[in-house]
């Protein structure tokens, strides 16, 4: 694949430019990490900037005969130009748009993009490493290209149904993205996973939800999840899918959401998998108290013990904890902890320890112990 990096205006000026919002890395650093990452996938990469509109829209236009995909970060032109939406969309290209900064939790006139609905898929607030996410998301979707399916009428209420190359029905995996329930994490940090997984032979169906903000809306990213969980019987009839062996596999806070999502499901999911989990969340420590009262607003007092899968347990189902020895985001100890609770009120459950592993690696099907993570989807 032959990849556009395209920056607009004042990007040139990355790592001087208000570096509280924007950070300390230029944009030559920044191409040379996206070249890189678009080689690490075997993909080239060419970069360029304009502060110009009509520069940009000839870019776009020039990237029909030339490019297969384009990562555009169209800066404050996001906010204005119907020009640049209409070139994306007459190139036919795939663009991801990405911003380096929370566009939706600045400036009101911020939140409004005029170029998202030409573009793919939408990447925001990660900061540079946006850009990198942007390179991988367009690497899955062009090795295994998602259906991407709603499953009610708010944006962020559709998944990524991947099937595998071979007769069904097959097996499902639910995947259950983490990101802390905030805005900028989506589920384009599952593709890996859901492409892997589908070359296993399992059907995926990669979930979207609502997230923070608003604050306290932990209600809503509840339900969406159940909801998504629950709308594969309603595919079953277009998709061939095993809806009798049904795997939710959740990573990080998606963990916690993916617990409850297979109590709650209307239909009986099969077993449930945590990578990285948040499984304990009395138990996270003083760094995640900002992440609980904006995931449970009011509500933090009252609400903690509903939310909290090890609050929560038997599970009834078998369960499968995975770990990383090395996770610095998330403590092996939640595992742990939910594990022997689990034991203790009766559930079946493993618990798998991987030394090595960080917290992101567990979600990485080029990772060493990807066939072990693989394997546990699925049994
Ligand atoms: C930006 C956000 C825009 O609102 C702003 O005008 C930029 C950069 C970002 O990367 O966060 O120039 O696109």
Redesign the pocket.
């Known amino acids: 694949m032959r990849i556009l990096l395209l920056n ?4 040139n000026l990355l790592g001087t ?1 208000a570096p509280e ?2 950070g300390a890395t230029t944009l030559r650093e920044v191409e040379e990490l996206c070249r890189s990452r678009a080689e690490e996938y075997g993909h080239r990469l060419d970069a360029y900037q304009s502060n110009h509109e009509g520069d940009l829209i000839d870019a776009i236009q020039g990237a029909r005969h030339s490019h297969d995909a384009i990562v555009f ?7 204005t130009s119907y020009a640049l939406h209409d070139a994306i969309e007459a190139v036919g290209v795939p663009a991801i748009e ?6 939706r939790e ?2 009101p ?2 939140r409004i993009s005029r170029t998202e609905p030409a573009c793919v898929y939408q990447i ?2 990660r900061g540079v490493s ?1 850009y990198l996410a942007a390179i991988s998301h367009l690497h899955y979707r062009a090795a295994q290209p998602p259906t991407t399916l709603p499953y009610g009428t708010h944006d962020d209420q559709v998944g990524d149904l991947r099937l595998p190359d071979r007769p069904g029905p097959h097996p499902v995996a639910v995947l259950v993205h983490g990101g802390g329930w905030t805005g900028p994490f989506t589920r384009d940090t599952m593709d890996g996973m859901a492409v892997g997984l589908a070359g296993t032979g399992l059907a995926t169906w990669n979930i979207e939800y609502r997230r923070i903000p608003p604050v306290g809306g932990w209600r809503d990213t509840m339900a969406d999840v159940v909801a998504g969980l629950d709308s594969l019987s309603t595919f079953a009839d277009r998709y061939p899918l095993d809806l009798d062996n049904v795997t939710v596999v959740g990573h990080s806070a998606g963990s916690q959401l993916g617990y409850f999502a297979a109590r709650r499901a209307t239909f009986g999911p099969a077993r449930f998998v945590s990578l990285a989990g948040m499984l304990d969340l009395r138990g996270l420590g003083s760094g995640f108290d900002d992440l609980l009262s904006g995931f449970l607003g009011n509500d933090l007092g009252t609400c903690l013990d509903q939310i909290d899968p090890i609050g929560a347990l038997p599970l009834d189902l078998p369960i499968v904890v995975v770990h990383g020895g090395s996770d610095n985001a998330v403590s092996p100890v939640q595992s742990r902890r939910f594990t022997e609770e689990a034991l203790m009120a009766g559930d079946r459950v493993r618990l798998v320890e991987i030394d090595a592993a960080g917290h992101e690696d567990l979600i990485d099907a080029r990772a060493p112990w990807w066939d072990t993570v693989a394997a546990v989807c699925r049994a």
């Open positions: 607009g205006p004042n990007l430019r919002v924007y970060n169209p800066g404050a032109y996001t906010h990405i911003h380096i900064s929370n566009v600045r400036e006139w911020r925001f607030g946006g």
